[in-house]
């Protein structure tokens, strides 16, 4: 595999080499070519941004937010710095995919970040690197200096008069800063909370200039497009889902791990990839992009797509392609009880709402979980969703709910079964 | 207050940002801090906000937002280990009883002999590789179970 020919690795075809994060692996099968081309042909940023726009890329940090339009958002004729952020802050349960784009290759979110950069006309980029991951940090920073030694990254990039550096933030254990504004504020050296908007970061982002923040993956894609069309992205996958993702499957099964593949896979074919089931036990669940999508009956699981447009239409998403799965062995008062924790947790603390409406439900589910559980706590448990639900700053209020409005939805008789038992019925 | 080694890291971290942004560096100052210092003092705090030059009141802010800075001291070994869905469902339970059994202490606990911290941690962004356990904040441990937990933490003594 590599970045000459047009199939379906995008962003994972390093790890067939012995040596994946090297920049001379990189450049021996086609990395920073299109940079290459774009700064000798010169190429206008609306041809760019056209190309995105036609390859239906997605944010693939969960929004799905299409990256071609956002970066259409970026004022041109601004006068004065620009900023292009990278979002790796990964810190929702279940997702694990840009630490192994940082592990393995490096220089493609680099390419990326330059091109993205050269499209909006910044001065500047910084990615946001996740807490835990400091080994990533340190790597990605040894492959900006290889970058910067080789001539694509600071003043005169490759003799074309443009001048352009990176450099890597570490985070230090706040999911909220996942969140895009609060990513900004942490960046500023202040606490992660997110802003309101608007004004949005295109207008009003880092240090109140204009600012175009993507996700890690979405941005590692685009050397790809640029070589090889926007097109020829889309047709990898589905119309309006364009390209391959990766999937990070995680929980009951055999190989725990990242798949890329082409957007429209059916989910069968992806947990096959994986192994299947753990110990070929039945498929109960699944939570399909992360723990703060709604969780889905694995039979419905089995009937579906891995893409933007399947997932929604079955209510729930593909958020960052972060696949849970769970088998019949998996009390999910117990699950939701972690999910819950997790939420009240990592709160900001900002919005009233979310401050105190997480660590009720935490509470809630805590009791119900330790056979203490009311007959109307879940009636009390929509309520408080519904109330947190909307009335937030940011969404990780709705983050919150998701979980609980549909763990309730469909395995409702388990939390009642626990409220009447004072036990679970897994395993019963 | 802090060695010439520190300093020059995080002078290397202010030149990363716009010249009147110093303020961006704190939080890879503290990190730098605390790795020399073991902790977060007060008197810490208070240095790097005159060095970075910004409100002492500023520096906790973020000192005390963040889940991976220690404002109180540690063990020499502070072992965080991931507790959420995935690594739940991949085995964690069963792991962290080995460690707390095997050091004495629960979650949020040093064991007397000051080497050992226990927290419980939200998630690391690894879950392919869980169950996790981070090692004074910056080396991962993975793929652990009940039988390879001794070995983990005999490599620590």
Redesign the interface.
């Known amino acids: 595999m590599s970045l000459n020919a047009p199939n379906h690795k995008v962003c994972t075809w390093t790890q067939d080499y012995d040596h994946p994060a090297a920049l001379a692996t990189y450049t021996a099968h086609g990395g920073y070519a299109a940079l290459k081309k774009i700064l000798t042909e010169k190429t206008p940023a609306d041809a760019i941004i056209a190309e995105v726009k036609l390859s239906a890329l997605r944010g693939r940090g969960g929004a799905g937010f299409p990256t071609g339009l956002k970066w259409s958002f970026m004022p041109r004729n601004y006068d004065g710095?620009k900023y292009i952020v990278c979002n790796s802050d990964?810190?929702?349960?279940?997702?694990?995919k840009?630490?192994d784009i940082l592990r393995f290759n490096p220089h493609q979110l680099i390419e990326g970040m330059l091109i993205a950069g050269y499209t909006l006309g910044a001065r500047a980029g910084?990615n946001y690197i996740?807490?835990?991951?400091?080994?990533q940090y340190r790597s990605w920073e040894a492959a900006l200096d290889e970058a910067r030694a080789a001539g694509f990254l600071g003043n005169n990039i490759l003799g074309s008069g443009w001048n352009f550096d990176l450099?890597a933030?570490?985070?230090?254990?706040?999911?909220v800063c996942g969140e895009e504004t609060a990513l900004l504020e942490?960046?500023?050296?202040?606490?992660?909370q997110p802003r309101f908007k608007p004004p949005f970061p295109a207008s009003y982002g880092l240090?109140g200039k204009p600012t175009t923040i993507n996700n890690t993956e979405t941005l590692a894609s685009i050397p790809w497009i640029m070589r090889h069309g926007g097109q020829a992205f889309l047709d990898l996958g589905k119309p309006n889902n364009g390209g391959s993702k990766i999937f990070?499957?995680?929980?009951?099964v055999e190989r725990?791990?990242?798949y890329e593949v082409r957007m429209g896979t059916p989910f069968s074919e992806l947990l096959e990839m994986a192994g299947g089931v753990k110990g070929g036990r039945e498929l109960k669940a699944v939570?399909p992009g992360g723990?703060s999508v709604p969780v889905l009956p694995g039979a419905t699981m089995m009937e579906l797509t891995m893409d933007y447009d399947s997932i929604a239409k079955a209510g729930s998403y593909l958020g960052a392609g972060?696949v849970?799965?769970?088998d019949d062995t998996?009390c999910m008062v117990k699950?939701l009880e972690?999910?819950a924790y997790?939420y009240f947790?990592?709160s900001?603390g900002q919005c009233t709402p979310c401050r105190e409406g997480t660590g009720w439900m935490y509470r809630v589910i805590h009791r119900i979980e330790h056979g203490q559980g009311r007959p109307e706590d879940l009636d009390l448990l929509m309520s408080v969703g519904t109330n947190i639900s909307g009335r937030t700053i940011c969404a990780l209020g709705d983050a919150a709910v998701g979980p609980v409005h549909s763990f309730l939805k469909h395995f409702r008789n388990e939390f009642e079964y626990h409220i009447e038992h004072k036990r679970c019925m897994v395993g019963a | 207050m802090l060695t010439n080694e520190s300093l020059a890291q995080i002078d290397r971290e202010i030149a990363?940002?716009?010249a009147e942004?110093k303020?961006?560096?704190?939080?890879?100052a503290?990190?730098i801090a605390q790795q020399e210092k073991g902790w977060l003092a007060p008197e810490t705090l208070e240095f790097l906000a005159t060095y970075?030059g910004?409100p002492t009141i500023?520096v906790y802010?973020?000192a005390s937002?963040?889940?991976?800075?220690d404002l109180k001291p540690v063990g020499a070994h502070k072992l965080?280990v991931c507790?959420?869905?995935?690594c739940?469902?991949?085995g964690v339970d069963a792991v962290v009883a080995k460690i707390q059994a095997k050091l004495g202490i629960g979650f949020g606990e040093t064991t007397a002999d000051g080497r050992f911290t226990l927290k419980e941690?939200?998630?690391?962004?690894?879950?392919?590789?869980?169950p996790l356990c981070?090692h004074n904040?910056?080396?991962?441990h993975t793929r652990l179970t009940p039988d390879n937990v001794d070995a983990f933490l005999e490599g620590m003594k």
């Open positions: 710095d990964e810190g929702e349960p279940g997702t694990f840009d630490r910084y996740h807490g835990e991951i400091f080994e450099h933030h570490h985070g230090y254990g706040a999911y942490s960046i500023e050296g202040k606490k992660g240090y990070s499957l995680s929980g009951h725990p791990g990242n939570i723990s972060s849970i799965v769970m998996v699950a972690r999910l997790f947790e990592e900001c | 990363k940002y716009p942004q303020q961006s560096a704190v939080m890879s503290l990190r970075l910004m500023a802010e973020v937002f963040y889940n991976m800075y965080t507790t959420n869905i995935s739940q469902l991949q941690g939200e998630c690391f962004g690894a879950c392919g590789d869980g981070l904040n910056h080396t991962l």
